[in-house]
């Protein structure tokens, strides 16, 4: 997937945005993901971890993300991240990597994280009908990590 990068390292909102990133990416050392918030509006964004701070494709989601916990109202987050390991290769020729996905139901402005099996289990049932879904093939679902937030909640919520 191609990606916009916007660096967001400048502003005190920015400050705000890669603390959230830092403290949600600190559990992997993988470095390229794909966060997605659900809530009544289900947003989704790439980002990649650099040296000198990250690159996002939409960062109105790690917005939504801090309005969320700032607010806090529910969603659920998922983060998947990839490796460098190929799943497998389309006919095409591309290959497919490995992707390990986790975890956390936000409450109360928390991250509250799901184990392997908890994420296995909504990962692979059908929200509206029940029924099971297939694994999908390269993926790992892996235990969520305690996301500490002691950064992110000293900083100031206004844009100023």
């Not at 992997?28 to 971890?49: A, D, G, K, M, Y």
């Not at 969603?75 to 490995?98: E, M, Q, W, Y």
């Not at 235990?143 to 844009?159: H, K, N, Q």
């Amino acid at each position: 997937m191609p990606a916009v990068a916007v660096r967001i390292l400048d502003s005190m909102h920015s400050s705000r945005t890669e603390t959230l990133l830092t403290a949600l990416s600190q559990g992997t050392p993988l470095r390229r993901h794909i966060l997605t918030v659900l809530t009544t509006n289900p947003v989704s964004t790439e980002f990649h971890q650099h040296d000198d701070g990250y690159a996002v494709e939409h960062s109105e989601v790690l917005d939504h993300l801090a309005t969320t916990l700032i607010g806090g109202n529910d969603a659920a987050v998922i983060l998947r991240s990839f490796t460098d390991k190929v799943s497998h290769t389309l006919t095409n020729g591309t290959t497919i990597p490995v992707k390990r996905v986790c975890g956390w139901r936000v409450h109360g402005g928390a991250f509250h994280p799901l184990e392997a099996g908890q994420m296995y289990t909504v990962f692979h049932t059908d929200a509206g009908t029940g029924e099971p879904i297939p694994p999908e093939k390269g993926v790992e679902i892996v235990d969520a990590w305690t996301v500490d937030l002691t950064g992110f909640r000293t900083l100031p919520s206004d844009r100023g």
